[in-house]
């Protein structure tokens, strides 16, 4: 039997033993620049078949570098986990991220999404450059608006079905306004109620029957009763009524006959179906179905209509005379100039002789009258539903703009003093929310001066600056040093209100950062064996307050609050998937060293089962604060109750999911909103 190789197990290894204290990664060789040559006719590059080396990994990712940002992140988040060291993927992943953010056409709101969730997955502490990572998120910020307010101009220019189409990506969001990520869903909802009449509107104009009869069977079912939906039912009857007098209903069972008319009688009362029910007898009996037409007409007629449609038929089969029914004129053929097989069968041969065509009646039958009433109900009743659709859409659109127009006074004034110190404003929004990202995260006015200043001589300046400076924690002060490292001494001069900061605020980033703090400390005391200390909600508030700094009179929301929970418990249950996916792989590295799979034991496997296990342990340990810290999160979102309202779906989908270990305090906090 042939062994397999220990290279995939110890590029593993490699990756697993990076969190041991003391360990550093040797420094990869730089991979030689590729010659330029034409860009290939697929963005995606063919992955080797062997497991690659640091070495060959760097090389493909340089290369796919010099194509596009895109098809290079790809290939480290496809190959790099396997390959690389923690700090060598942040390096790369760091660079490229930085290439992202730079590139002419804006990136996807998916793209720089999926460029977060991989600095996530290479954990705390993991070097990310921390103006990259505060450009990151202000980039994703603008981003998430700039889909908005797409999805806003769809909305206002009544293409309702387009704007839900779109709607997706903007839940959840992560950085818009607490005000417009707790109006969203509702504002999605009105969406799926009132698309679908909108769309009936459209077909139902343009004659589109196969469309209106799409957008029909997607109208909600709430409330009811539906008037448009009541609306089309009374219709319908009269549509398949006039359809029957045509040749399409020459074969018509008499049981779907006799059904049509149930309908119509239901609709719209037994005087218009019996008058029906004599005509679509008539028409039965011209097709020479008289035994159908006789069964028919004893379930009931209109004597007096009757006795005009049988004069009617007596005209038309001698011959004779002006016919006085409309629907019996377009029945029988005006322009026939032979007898009819009818006629032929019953007159003798003299008789039948002088037959002539009868003279067409003059007006509108019955069928069509009534079908056009009901058209006209059904119209009245379709427009006055999107009109009251719309007008709910366009309300909750309304509320979303004025909240993102909404800038509260002190960032406001924080913004203008850095345009003021600049001597000019910002050049995009992109720049503006990066300056506030970074006055969010606590820096003075001359530390965002610094951080955009530095921002706009990178790559260059960061390069001559880390060749010889350690990497630093604090982004304001590495901001400064890089605008430093390109200047003489002289011309770093203090900037008017340099030293100005944001006031402390509940920004929605910020709150965030602080829940999930709150969360994670509260459950390290679980994991450890400790006696954690009462966290209600009063408990959870004040720690809010204490780590977002805020002053004694600044309010701090149960909206924020909650929106807050929300978020971190989202980002929890997604990184314990990920957690237990890992522990699986874990599980099956170490079996397969125990059951021989690479060989015989000897010292070096050993030493890797140890690491191995080790890692394991530390994986299983932060599942289990991600389980106590989620059970935590849904315990507070039930203690503010009905306020907790916008956590309810995911709550719902928590408590309903297997393999959630928090699901019972998920369905606890599910019945504190009044949620079944």
Not at 35 to 64: D, F, H, K, W
Request: aromatic share 4%; with cysteine.
């Amino acid at each position: 039997m042939r062994r397999r190789s220990l290279l995939p197990l110890a590029a593993l290894a490699s990756v697993l033993l990076i969190n041991a204290p003391g360990w550093a990664p040797p420094p990869a060789p730089r991979p030689s620049a590729p010659p330029p040559a034409p860009r290939p006719p697929v963005a995606t590059p063919r992955l080797p078949t062997a497991a690659p080396n640091v070495t060959g990994v760097a090389a493909l990712v340089a290369a796919a570098r010099q194509r596009n940002a895109a098809e290079a992140t790809a290939l480290l988040r496809q190959q790099g986990a396997a390959a690389l060291s923690r700090a060598h993927r942040a390096a790369l992943l760091s660079a490229l991220t930085h290439d992202t953010l730079h590139q002419k056409s804006p990136a996807p709101l998916a793209e720089l999404r999926r460029l977060r969730a991989d600095w996530v997955g290479l954990g705390p502490g993991s070097g990310a450059d921390p103006i990259v990572a505060m450009q990151l998120e202000a980039t994703e910020a603008v981003a998430e608006r700039l889909h908005l307010a797409a999805v806003l101009d769809l909305i206002a220019a009544g293409r309702f079905a387009d704007a839900l189409d779109r709607f997706e990506p903007l839940e959840p969001s992560r950085y818009l306004p607490v005000a417009v990520a707790r109006a969203l869903p509702e504002l999605r909802a009105e969406l799926r109620r009132a698309a679908p009449f909108v769309r009936l509107q459209g077909a139902t104009r343009a004659g589109d029957a196969t469309a209106a009869a799409r957008a029909l069977s997607e109208l909600p079912d709430e409330p009811k009763p539906l008037a448009v939906t009541r609306a089309d039912e009374a219709r319908l009857p009269l549509v398949l009524a006039r359809a029957t007098f045509g040749d399409g209903g020459l074969k018509a069972e008499l049981g779907f006959v006799r059904d049509l008319l149930a309908n119509v009688e239901k609709h719209h009362g037994a005087a218009l179906a019996r008058q029906l029910r004599t005509e679509l007898a008539a028409r039965l009996f011209l097709a020479g179905r008289a035994a159908d037409a006789t069964a028919l007409v004893g379930d009931g007629v209109d004597p007096v209509h009757a006795s005009q449609v049988l004069a009617d038929l007596r005209a038309a089969t001698l011959g004779r005379d002006e016919l006085k029914n409309p629907q019996i004129a377009a029945v029988v053929a005006a322009d026939r100039t032979q007898p009819p097989a009818y006629s032929a069968t019953i007159l003798p041969a003299d008789r039948l002789a002088q037959w002539r065509p009868t003279v067409p009646a003059r007006g509108d039958k019955i069928v069509d009258v009534a079908e056009a009433a009901a058209r006209e109900k059904f119209t009245t009743a379709l427009d006055a539903e999107v009109a009251e659709g719309t007008a709910r859409v366009r309300a909750v659109a309304e509320r979303i703009r004025e909240a993102l127009a909404t800038e509260p006074a002190p960032r406001k004034l924080f913004l203008e003093k850095i345009e003021a110190a600049r001597g000019k404003p910002f050049a995009t929004s992109a720049e503006r929310e990066f300056a506030l990202v970074a006055g969010t995260r606590g820096h003075t006015v001359a530390e965002v001066i610094g951080v955009l200043a530095g921002e706009s001589d990178r790559p260059a300046a960061a390069v001559r600056l880390l060749a010889t400076v350690p990497v630093f924690v604090h982004a304001g002060e590495f901001a400064a040093a890089v605008e430093r490292s390109g200047r003489a001494p002289a011309g770093f001069a203090a900037y008017p209100a340099g030293g100005d900061k944001l006031p402390p605020g509940c920004d929605r980033s910020r709150v965030r950062e602080a829940v999930h703090a709150a969360l994670h400390a509260q459950a390290g005391h679980t994991v450890s064996g400790r006696e954690p200390p009462p966290f209600a909600r009063s408990e959870f508030e004040a720690g809010l307050r204490e780590r977002l700094k805020l002053p004694s009179g600044e309010p701090l929301g149960a909206a924020e609050c909650v929106q807050g929970l929300l978020d971190v418990c989202r980002d929890g249950a997604a990184e314990y998937a990920q957690l237990l996916e890992a522990f699986g792989d874990l599980n099956q590295a170490i079996s397969d060293i125990e059951r021989g799979v690479y060989g015989r034991a000897n010292a070096a496997l050993k030493e890797l089962e140890t690491a191995l296990k080790l890692r394991r342990l530390s994986v299983l340990a932060d599942k289990k604060r991600r389980e106590v810290g989620l059970a935590v999160g849904c315990r507070l979102l039930g203690a503010y109750g009905p306020e907790a309202a916008p956590a309810r779906d995911w709550l719902r989908a928590q408590s309903e999911g297997a393999g959630t270990p928090w699901g019972a305090s998920a369905a606890d906090a599910l019945e504190k909103l009044g949620a079944k």
